[in-house]
């Protein structure tokens, strides 16, 4: 049960920023100072937009892959350049989840 307080001092753009920031995570701001006190790692949830964002670029990475796939025979060059498109999206994919 945590019962001790500890007061510090900011400004107040400071302290709406560390509170957005605390929003952001999904955390309350004694969490949120906790946390960066203690060094541990906070994730800021995402946004609907960025979810969406996201669904997005994963429907693009499995239509361009389907494309090189269909083009395999037919045209290897641009087969090969459909693909590593495809690769270069699932690797922004895999950013994104960090």
Known sequence: MKREYIQIRCSIY???LLKKRAARAGISLSEYLRSTAFERNIVERITSEQLESYQMLVQYKNN???IANMFKKGNPKLAK???ELA????????????
């Open 14 to 16: 400071e302290k709406k």
């Open 64 to 66: 361009f892959a389907r």
């Open 81 to 83: 350049d459909v693909a």
């Open 87 to 98: 690769e270069e999206i699932r690797t922004h994919l895999r950013n994104f989840r960090k």
